[in-house]
T-cell receptor, first 115, second 112 residues
Framework: EAGVVQSPRYKIIEKKQPVAFWCNPI?????LYWYLQNLGQGPELLIR????????DSQLPKDRFSAERLKGVDSTLKIQPAELGDSAVYLC?????????????FGPGTRLTVL | GDSVTQMEGPVTLSEEAFLTINCTYT??????LFWYVQYPGEGLQLLLK?????DKGSNKGFEATYRKETTSFHLEKGSVQVSDSAVYFC???????????FGQGTRLTINP
């Protein structure tokens, strides 16, 4: 079974530029998460989707961050414009419905560097 | 709010040493508890979990017991290997929340 796929793995941009990250969850997982991991810290939830609906986006900085999950499968996280402080690893995770739904499976992450 | 506090690292041990990484939590209700491991250049992988008090999660020689009375979920391994070098994260998921709250991580280095 394929795991969670993310791309790109690495991205370097200049501040004020836009950037987008893509995530393909494990097949059949209806819940998708985006996490932010700063250096030396644990991941923090940005947004959670149940199918195509964003059910928890309370930690998403909506002035510059946006996300979508069209058709309830793949998801894209966008930052526009990027700031120096956005340099971090952006992790995508997914989990199944029902029994075992509390276990999340993570992708390798996208490491963003903003210059 | 819910929170997880982990033993600060980094931790450096010799091969075959005994490992303990402390983890305590604060949460309302009865959360599920997890240990995730992150190897260099890779994403987080679930190592083990426990969903109720006194449950013991185990995998790859690692163990952790859900202790409600001390709100702890310490990770242990009897004999570590060089390949266990990684960053270990303790996390909780509050009942019904479907949101993981992570500790800050503990970097473990095992020397041959």
């Amino acid at each position: 079974e394929a795991g969670v796929v993310q791309s790109p793995r690495y991205k370097i941009i200049e501040k004020k530029q836009p950037v987008a990250f893509w995530c393909n969850p494990i097949s059949g997982h209806n819940t998708l998460y985006w996490y932010l991991q700063n250096l030396g810290q644990g991941p923090e939830l940005l947004i959670r989707y149940e199918n195509e609906e964003a059910v928890d986006d309370s930690q998403l900085p909506k002035d510059r961050f946006s996300a979508e999950r069209l058709k309830g499968v793949d998801s894209t996280l966008k930052i526009q414009p990027a700031e120096l402080g956005d340099s971090a690893v952006y992790l995508c995770a997914s989990s199944p419905a029902g029994l075992g739904g509390d276990t999340q499976y993570f992708g390798p992450g996208t490491r963003l560097t903003v210059l | 709010g819910d929170s997880v506090t982990q033993m600060e690292g980094p931790v450096t041990l010799s091969e075959e040493a005994f490992l303990t990484i402390n983890c305590t939590y604060t949460a309302t209700g009865y959360p599920s508890l997890f240990w995730y491991v992150q190897y260099p250049g890779e994403g987080l992988q679930l190592l083990l979990k426990a969903t109720k008090a006194d449950d013991k999660g185990s995998n790859k020689g690692f163990e952790a017991t859900y202790r409600k009375e001390t709100t702890s979920f310490h990770l242990e391994k009897g004999s570590v290997q060089v390949s266990d070098s990684a960053v270990y994260f303790c996390a909780l998921s509050a009942w019904g929340a479907q949101k993981l709250v992570f500790g800050q991580g503990t970097r473990l280095t095992i020397n041959p």
